[in-house]
């Protein structure tokens, strides 16, 4: 079955930077479109950046300039690199793939932006 399993988060100060990863089982990876979201207390789960399968990638504008999300295929793994953190970026993150309307999800890694 489809697998999607996170890792990276913490805790990190304002300005810090993480490097979240999501590595994907049971599926082709390659052909899926990736994407990271977000979900903060008490707020609707929301779009933070994706990349297609051809590496075409689309940014919410609040992360644009900090964030990048990349793909390895040969390693069926997504990553996004969070730089210049802001206590707003805190929230659980989750790991999406999505290929012909079927829709995945990872069970989510905490980031918290805290001095």
């Known amino acids: 079955q489809v697998q999607l399993v996170e890792s990276g988060g913490g805790l990190v100060q304002p300005g810090g930077s993480l490097r979240l990863s999501c590595v994907a089982s049971g599926i082709t990876f390659r052909i899926y479109t990736m994407a990271w979201y977000r979900q903060a207390s008490g707020k609707q789960r929301e779009l933070v950046a994706v990349?297609?399968?051809?590496?075409?990638?689309n940014y919410a504008d609040s992360v644009k300039g900090r964030f990048t999300i990349s793909r390895d295929n040969a390693k069926n793994t997504v990553s996004l690199q969070m730089n210049s953190l802001k206590p707003e970026d805190t929230a659980v993150y989750y790991c999406n793939a999505e290929f012909g309307g079927s829709s995945n999800w990872g069970q989510g890694t905490q980031v918290t932006v805290s001095s």
């Open positions: 990349i297609s399968r051809s590496g075409n990638t």
